[in-house]
């Protein structure tokens, strides 16, 4: 079975298939998933999937990309992620691809972010883009190892996986890893350990090959297990049951 920690289905671009959206999901054999809510608008429509479907749970914090939104409180974000269903804070970071300086914004959101995973005893999920330096640093200055974390679609190189490694960090691995110009994601993923890695489609972006262009969605996360399984010389079923064993434990759930 597989475990998708990362997905985006409570989007306008599911709207009127979840039922279908599970169904398939359950027929590729993912036990489970994430869904990250990256604004308060957003927790209402996750808290109804997970109302409706004991396989999902959620993630909430304000997006790093979207300066326009109200910033809350560390006390207040912790207040969105409690329940047994809240399984983390996040996705939260830093995004120096996307987003220009001045940036004070985005970095003390990211602060505040961490000391909420402190507050509600849960992990982080974070987003890097083109910022491993600021990144490590935010993360060590504001004591991220006590609370866990992932940097979720990994897409840096081997420097900034085993920084992120040494502060304890899970790795996890979306559709970019199946790429041919991901070279550097491929190398982390032969090397970094077995027991630190996670899978995730991020859909609806990023569909892995041979899925390339297509809306992404949970059920196409056993293409990321098989090709970390083809590059780790593993078996496919190796690879789902160590990867579900890692998601159980670092978003400390209850599971076979």
Not at 204 to 226: C, D, Q
Request: charge should be negative; proline fraction near 4%.
């Amino acid at each position: 079975m597989f475990f998708d920690t990362h997905c985006h289905i409570h989007m306008e671009r599911f709207a009127g298939e979840e039922a279908a959206l599970i169904e398939r999901m359950r027929a590729a054999q993912v036990s489970r998933a994430v869904v990250v809510a990256t604004d308060v608008d957003e927790i209402a429509q996750v808290q109804t999937l997970l109302d409706r479907y004991p396989e999902l749970y959620g993630a909430f914090a304000l997006s790093p990309q979207d300066e326009t939104l109200t910033d809350l409180s560390a006390e207040a974000i912790a207040q969105y992620v409690q329940g047994d269903r809240w399984v983390a804070v996040g996705e939260t970071g830093i995004d120096y691809h996307y987003c220009t300086e001045p940036l004070d914004w985005a970095r003390n959101r990211f602060a505040t972010h961490i000391a909420a995973a402190r507050l509600a005893q849960k992990p982080l999920v974070i987003h890097s883009r083109d910022a491993a330096d600021d990144t490590i640093a935010i993360l060590r200055e504001n004591g991220a190892d006590e609370a866990g974390f992932v940097l979720h679609c990994f897409c840096g190189d081997w420097d900034f996986a085993r920084r992120a490694l040494d502060l304890g960090a899970y790795l996890s691995f979306s559709g970019i890893v199946t790429f041919k110009t991901a070279l550097d994601q491929q190398d982390v993923a032969r090397r970094a350990p077995m027991d630190r890695i996670l899978i995730e489609t991020d859909s609806p972006y990023l569909a892995p090959v041979p899925l390339r262009g297509k809306r992404n969605e949970p059920s196409f996360v056993p293409h990321v297990a098989n090709y970390l399984a083809q590059l780790r010389g593993m078996t496919l079923e190796d690879v789902a049951r160590q990867t579900t064993q890692n998601a159980l434990r670092f978003f400390k759930i209850k599971g076979e």
